[in-house]
T-cell receptor
Framework: AQSVTQLDSQVPVFEEAPVELRCNYSSSVSVYLFWYVQYPNQGLQLLLK??????LVESINGFEAEFNKSQTSFHLRKPSVHISDTAEYFCAVTPSNTGGFKTIFGAGTRLFVKA | DGGITQSPKYLFRKEGQNVTLSCEQN?????MYWYRQDPGQGLRLIYYSQIVNDFQKGDIAEGYSVSREKKESFPLTVTSAQKNPTAFYLC??????????????FGEGSRLTVL
């Protein structure tokens, strides 16, 4: 069975510091990988995705994630965070043999950026 | 603007009552989903629908029911049989071109509290 593990439930960090949110997955088939962001009492928004090709993917607001097949990881990084990055971040995985209908989510990592 | 509209945003109900959460989309997406979010547990799939008049159970369908009479609408009923209904409910859809990857578009969510 597939699973997604986000290794940190909460990550406090000072403004302008770098941050890494860790995500590992388990799957017997190839997968598509996603990071979503959720602000309080709102829905989730797609932050970035890996479908194929270059293993390093970037978002428009400075986040990046790297797909590491051998380590089955898809960690999210940002070199310098802002107060506005405070949110909950979800890693998600869709097995390639499910037609897109069985996306699995991690438990989430709450990023708290301090001034 | 195109998007997914969920209503109501907040809902309170007494034990033993059924309640229906509305989800409407004007994105012309075929597939729609309902997820349940609980603190520290990520998102869990309740039901999904690929096309009108068809829907499939997800991982936690017990105590819930859905209908898909129109492409734009996918209401969720939380029945009295659901033992722990207090949660944040998210409706989502997938674009026909990217849906195979599992990339999801989310509504703003409905928070249900059972008193």
């Amino acid at each position: 069975a597939q699973s997604v593990t986000q290794l940190d439930s909460q990550v406090p960090v000072f403004e302008e510091a770098p941050v890494e949110l860790r995500c590992n997955y388990s799957s017997s088939v190839s997968v598509y990988l996603f990071w979503y962001v959720q602000y309080p009492n709102q829905g989730l928004q797609l932050l970035l995705k890996y479908l194929s090709g270059s293993t390093l993917v970037e978002s428009i607001n400075g986040f990046e994630a790297e797909f590491n097949k051998s380590q089955t990881s898809f960690h999210l990084r940002k070199p310098s965070v802002h107060i506005s990055d405070t949110a909950e971040y979800f890693c998600a995985v869709t097995p390639s043999n499910t037609g897109g209908f069985k996306t699995i989510f991690g438990a989430g990592t709450r990023l708290f950026v301090k001034a | 603007d195109g998007g997914i509209t969920q209503s109501p945003k907040y809902l309170f109900r007494k034990e033993g009552q059924n309640v229906t959460l509305s989800c409407e989309q004007n994105l012309n997406h075929d597939a729609m989903y309902w997820y349940r979010q609980d603190p520290g547990q990520g998102l869990r799939l309740i039901y999904y629908s690929q096309i009108v008049n068809d829907f499939q159970k997800g991982d936690i369908a017990e105590g819930y029911s859905v209908s898909r009479e129109k492409k734009e609408s996918f209401p969720l009923t939380v029945t009295s049989a659901q033992k722990n209904p207090t949660a944040f409910y998210l409706c989502a859809s997938t674009h026909p071109r990217t849906g195979g990857s599992g990339e999801l578009f989310f509504g703003e969510g409905s928070r249900l509290t059972v008193l």
